[in-house]
């Protein structure tokens, strides 16, 4: 799905002028002529099939020929929640967050967590999202929300009723059988949540879960119960 592009703007059958970013790279870096036909997404679920009237250096004329809803998304919720990884980790796990089909991405800080992102770190992922959206054709951006502290985001009264927290020091209890519902999974930072943290989980109605014997980094356990709550059966 090479030839899909993104835009904030309002998208609808008719003319439209493509401008900004996405116009220089249709046409440098693609070089879409008139004619060649292109897909439009704008994260509002639909995708727009146009063609390209005429290119300049700074924006596209395009003609939007319909618009369609391909079924690509989850129809539930699955939010993930965790401490970002430090530097291109990170963006490895919103690009695969994106592609599961995650429909919301919170970082938490918590007693053990390292990378403190400010809010043009969230901006750079955001466009992440965007990149993985187009590769995968996913028509609805993941949302990526603000940082929040782990004892405040774990007593949420608007999360699922389904919550689940990995804890390594689990034994018992496994991932429980799969069904299609909201669900919210929690996946601490490198040295995983303290049992104080894993207590105000419980307390709060969360799940603690065991991924196995072995240590996972905290992408690879986000990645792994992403794909347990995403993909299909």
Not at 106 to 129: A, F, N
Not at 213 to 221: D, F, N, V
Request: include cysteine; charge should be negative.
């Amino acid at each position: 799905m090479s030839e899909r592009f993104y835009t904030n703007s309002a998208l609808s059958v008719g003319p439209m002028l493509l401008q900004g970013p996405e116009a220089h790279h249709l046409a440098t870096v693609c070089r879409f002529r008139p004619q060649d036909r292109i897909v439009l997404f704008n994260g509002d679920g639909h995708e727009y099939k146009s063609e390209v009237v005429a290119v300049t250096r700074k924006q596209i004329e395009l003609l939007i020929l319909n618009c369609e809803r391909p079924d690509r998304e989850l129809g539930y919720r699955l939010e993930v929640a965790a401490p970002l990884p430090k530097g291109d980790r990170a963006d490895f796990l919103i690009e695969k967050l994106t592609e599961l089909g995650a429909t919301d991405f919170v970082p938490l800080h918590s007693e053990r967590s390292v990378v403190h992102p400010r809010e043009t770190k969230l901006d750079r992922l955001q466009r992440t999202v965007i990149e993985a959206s187009k590769q995968c054709g996913r028509n609805v951006l993941m949302r990526i929300h603000s940082l929040i502290e782990w004892n405040q985001y774990c007593r949420l009264s608007e999360l699922p009723a389904r919550r689940l927290v990995a804890h390594a020091e689990e034994e018992e209890e496994r991932l429980p059988a799969f069904d299609k519902q909201d669900t919210c999974l929690a996946i601490g930072p490198e040295g995983g949540f303290s049992a104080e943290e894993i207590d105000q989980a419980r307390g709060s109605g969360w799940l603690t879960i065991s991924l196995g014997a072995r240590t996972l980094r905290l992408e690879t356990a986000a990645i792994a119960m992403a794909a347990w709550a995403g993909l299909p059966r």
